[in-house]
């Protein structure tokens, strides 16, 4: 008896194991990869604010950065932050994405006293967006062109200054009926 209870505790442990897999999967997106369009999405700011990303293409690129209050790295990330706001504030949108894994917005409002924060901070309030962006540790930071692709993924803080100007160049869009109508006519092969 003792037996077959406990190989029916390994097969409902297992059955949820897979259960929690399957759930896991389908709420985290596969991360984004430099050069696919960054996903848009709209949220509302500390400020109160409503951020929209697709309202910034053409416009000029959106540094995000995902982060926690108690993330270490996150911390040590701030003051550059800050600088980028100073710098290049009117160059690039910086929005941080607070995931609200085991975070509250008492404890971002401290965060941002302790760290004279002066960036749009959004808190993600059932981690949507995080899903969306794939994000499964913080710090993770992408950067969105002026034409909404993901030009770079992490380490940002270190290439802005030397990236800016081409991140900020729009460029022309293209139809693919109309690249393959110029390649291809009744006097060449496809």
Not at 1 to 10: P, V
Not at 127 to 140: D, F, R
Not at 157 to 184: D, F, G, K, V, Y
């Amino acid at each position: 008896m003792n037996r077959a209870m406990s190989s029916l505790k390994q097969g409902v442990i297992a059955v949820l194991i897979l259960v929690v897999v399957a759930v896991t999967h389908q709420a985290i997106a596969a991360p984004i990869a430099v050069g696919e369009l960054a996903p848009d999405f709209s949220m509302q700011q500390l400020d109160g604010t409503e951020f929209n990303l697709s309202e910034h293409r053409g416009e000029h690129s959106v540094y995000l950065i995902f982060w926690n209050t108690w993330c270490g790295p996150c911390m040590k990330k701030t003051p550059k932050l800050v600088e980028i706001q100073n710098e290049y504030g009117e160059q690039v949108k910086l929005l941080a994405i607070n995931t609200s894994w085991s975070d509250s917005l008492p404890e971002i409002s401290r965060f941002q006293s302790h760290f004279s924060t002066n960036y749009a901070i959004a808190f993600d309030s059932e981690a949507e967006v995080t899903h969306l962006y794939g994000v499964i540790g913080t710090p993770t930071s992408f950067l969105v062109d002026i034409n909404g692709v993901i030009r770079q993924v992490d380490g940002i803080t270190h290439t802005l200054s030397a990236n800016i100007a081409q991140w900020n160049t729009p460029q022309p869009e293209t139809e693919p009926s109309l690249l393959a109508i110029e390649a291809c006519n009744k006097d060449s092969l496809c």
